[in-house]
C-alpha cells in the first residue's frame, strides 16, 4: 500500500470553488473524465468572459500597486503552484500587510483548491481578509450595503449602494476563508470581499451567513467528484455553454427526459409530480402544480407537444398581430460589455424601400465620440418621427428585446447630458414609454409559444430569414469588436465591416419578421389546440 505521500499515489480529486455552483453532472464527468476534455476547444463565450475577467484584474492590480507600490508583496503570477504556495504563506507568517495574486497550499485530505486575487492583514484582530477582484457589478444604486474604499480597509455602512446578490462570490471567498483557517490565517471577523466592475469600492460579505451553505454544497460536490454519489443529466441554463452537453443532450433525447422542455427547477418539479418524460408533460390534463416555481404551465405543456410533433412556433391565437406603420425603422445596437454602446445601426422603411444606415463610432468604448455617435443617431431617429408627424403617416421603431436599447438609451442620455444633440432622460423616457416603441420579442412572445427559445436567431430563420455571417451573434461580435478597434492590435478594418454586415443583417432579420407576422405566419404555424394528443 503506498503511503499517504508516496508519489505513486493517484492524483487526488481537487476542487476550486466554482465546481460549488457549477451543475453537478458536470462535476463529475470533469473528475472521471478528464482526458475526454483534452483538446476540446473552450466555448467563445466563455473565453471571451476569461479574457475580460483577466484585464479586469490586471486593471485593478496595477491601479491599487500604483497607489501604494511599497506596501504590496506580489506572489510571483508563473512557476509552479507549489512554490506560489509556499510564497504565500512566508509572506503571511512574515506579517506582509496586503498580498495580491495569493494561492493556497492544495488539501489532498479535503480536496480543496484556491486561490485569491487579494490578501488584506486584519490590523485590528489578526489573520487575513480575502478579496476577490471579478468583472461583474456586485453593487447597485440604493442603500444598505457595507463596503470599503480601495485603498483602506475600512468598513462602513453604504447609503449610496446595495447590494447585487451574487452567491458565487460568497461561496469563493468561503472557501478561501476555510483553507486559511487550516492554516490559522483566517480572521476572527469572518469578513471578505470584492472589488467588481467599476472598481470603486470593496463590497464587504459578512462570511458567517454563508458558511454553512459553503460546507453544504463542498461536502456533496467532492463527494460527486470522488464518486461516493451517483448523478443524472439534467438539462439547465449552464448546458449552453458546456463542453459535455452534446454528450448529455444525447442521453437525453433517448429518454425524452423532461428537462428538454422544462429545465432547472421546472424540471425537478415536474419528477416530484412523477412526470419523468415529454410525453407525459405533453399529456397532462388538469391544473398547474401547486409547486410550479416559474414561467406559463400551460405554455410548457404545449412545448412538450410541440417538441414532439417537430413544431419550432406553436400559435397562440386564430390571428396573428403586430403593430404596423406607414413609416417603419428597424433599431438594433451594438454594445461591448459594460463599457458602452458603439453603433446604433437603423433600417428605415417607407413605401417598400429600405435603406440601411449605422450611427457608429470606431474609438475604443467608453469614449466622448460614442456621444457624438448617440446624438447623431437620436437627431436622425426624431427627424424621421417628425417629419412622419407632419406628412400625417403613422411612424414606429421597432427593436428585438427591449431592454439593452432601453438600457443604453437612458445611460447614454445620463452620460452625455448637456453636450449638442444629446436628450435629457425625459425626452428619452417619453418615446420609449410611448406606443411608437415596438419591441418585436414581446409580440413573438404574445403571438407564439416558442419551443426552442425566443431569441432572434431562433425564430427570423422560421420567417425566411439567415445571417450572411454563419457565425453572427452576440458573443462573436465582442471578438471582432476587439480586433475592429485595435484592442489586441491593430484596427482591423474588415472586422468593422463585418460588425457592420452583421448590425444590418439584425435589423433586416426584425423587418423580415415582422412581415411574415402580418402575412404568412397564420398559414405556416400550427395552432396550439391542433397539438393535443
Same mark, same amino acid.
Given at each position: ?186 480572521? !476572527?471577523?469572518?469578513?471578505?470581499? *470584492?472589488?467588481?466592475?467599476? @472598481?470603486?469600492?470593496? $463590497? &464587504?460579505?459578512?462570511?458567517? %451567513? /454563508? ?86 404551465? !400551460?405554455?410548457?405543456?404545449?412545448? *412538450?407537444?410541440?417538441?414532439? @410533433?417537430?413544431?419550432? $412556433? &406553436?400559435?397562440?391565437?386564430? %390571428? /396573428? ?97 448637456? @453636450? ?114
Amino acid at each position: 500500500m503506498c503511503s499517504p505521500n508516496d508519489p505513486r499515489d493517484p492524483a487526488p480529486v481537487l476542487l476550486e470553488p466554482g465546481a460549488l455552483t457549477r451543475c453537478r453532472h458536470r462535476v463529475h464527468l470533469d473528475a472521471t473524465f478528464p482526458e475526454q476534455l483534452a483538446g476540446v476547444p473552450e466555448n467563445t463565450g466563455v473565453t471571451q468572459r476569461q479574457e475580460a475577467a483577466a484585464a479586469q484584474r490586471e486593471s485593478v492590480r496595477a491601479r491599487l500597486m500604483d497607489a501604494d507600490p511599497d506596501g504590496w508583496v506580489r506572489i510571483a503570477p508563473d512557476g509552479p503552484l507549489g512554490q506560489r504556495a509556499r510564497d504565500t504563506l512566508d509572506a503571511c507568517r512574515a506579517g506582509a500587510t496586503k498580498i495580491w495574486g495569493a494561492v493556497l497550499p492544495h488539501e489532498r485530505d479535503t480536496g480543496r483548491r484556491g486561490r485569491v486575487e487579494i490578501l488584506l492583514r486584519d490590523a485590528d484582530r489578526g489573520g487575513y481578509l480575502p478579496v476577490i477582484v471579478v468583472n461583474h457589478k456586485v453593487t447597485d444604486p440604493g442603500s444598505g450595503a457595507t463596503t470599503s474604499g480601495l485603498l483602506r480597509w475600512e468598513p462602513r455602512l453604504d447609503e449610496r449602494r446595495k447590494v447585487r446578490a451574487q452567491l458565487r462570490d460568497q461561496i469563493r471567498l468561503a472557501h478561501v476563508y476555510r483553507m486559511l483557517e487550516r492554516h490559522g490565517l483566517d480572521s !476572527p471577523s469572518r469578513l471578505g470581499g *470584492a472589488i467588481g466592475y467599476g @472598481a470603486d469600492c470593496i $463590497l &464587504v460579505h459578512d462570511l458567517s %451567513t /454563508v458558511l454553512e451553505e459553503y460546507d453544504t454544497r463542498f461536502a456533496d460536490r467532492i463527494a460527486v467528484a470522488r464518486g461516493e454519489l451517483e448523478t443524472v443529466p439534467s438539462q439547465i441554463g449552464e448546458c449552453r455553454a458546456c463542453p459535455w452537453w452534446p454528450r448529455c443532450r444525447g442521453e437525453l433525447e433517448q429518454t425524452h427526459d423532461v428537462s428538454l422542455v422544462a429545465s432547472g427547477t421546472r424540471a425537478a418539479v415536474l419528477r416530484d409530480h412523477g412526470v419523468t418524460t415529454v410525453d407525459q408533460l405533453a399529456a397532462w390534463d388538469g391544473d398547474a402544480p401547486a409547486d410550479w416555481p416559474q414561467g406559463s404551465f !400551460p405554455d410548457t405543456v404545449v412545448t *412538450a407537444q410541440a417538441w414532439l @410533433a417537430g413544431a419550432p $412556433l &406553436v400559435r397562440r391565437h386564430d %390571428t /396573428v398581430t403586430v403593430a404596423r406603420a406607414d413609416v417603419e425603422v428597424d433599431v438594433d445596437m451594438e454594445s461591448y460589455q459594460e463599457h458602452g454602446a458603439y453603433l446604433w445601426g437603423t433600417l428605415l422603411n417607407v413605401a417598400g424601400t429600405s435603406v440601411y444606415r449605422p450611427f457608429v463610432t470606431w474609438d475604443p468604448v467608453p469614449t466622448a465620440d460614442e456621444g457624438r455617435s448617440f446624438a447623431e443617431f437620436w437627431t436622425w431617429l426624431m427627424a424621421e418621427r417628425a417629419a412622419a408627424a407632419a406628412a400625417g403617416k403613422t411612424f414606429a421603431a421597432y427593436c428585438y428585446s427591449r431592454s439593452a436599447e432601453d438600457k443604453w438609451l437612458l445611460a447614454s442620455a445620463r452620460r452625455f447630458a448637456g @453636450a449638442d444633440g444629446i436628450p435629457t432622460v425625459a425626452e428619452v423616457r417619453e418615446f420609449i414609454d410611448s406606443p411608437q416603441w415596438v419591441d418585436i420579442y414581446q409580440a413573438v412572445g404574445e403571438n407564439f409559444v416558442c419551443p426552442n427559445g425566443k431569441g432572434l436567431k431562433k425564430i427570423a430563420p422560421i420567417a425566411g430569414f439567415h445571417w450572411r455571417d454563419e457565425e453572427a451573434g452576440g458573443e462573436a461580435s465582442m471578438s471582432w469588436y476587439r480586433e475592429a478597434v485595435g484592442y489586441d492590435g491593430a484596427p482591423d478594418e474588415s472586422q468593422r465591416q463585418r460588425l457592420l454586415e452583421y448590425n444590418e443583417d439584425d435589423v433586416v432579420a426584425t423587418k423580415v419578421l415582422r412581415e411574415w407576422m402580418s402575412g404568412r405566419a397564420l398559414d405556416e404555424v400550427p395552432h396550439a389546440r391542433d397539438l393535443r394528443p
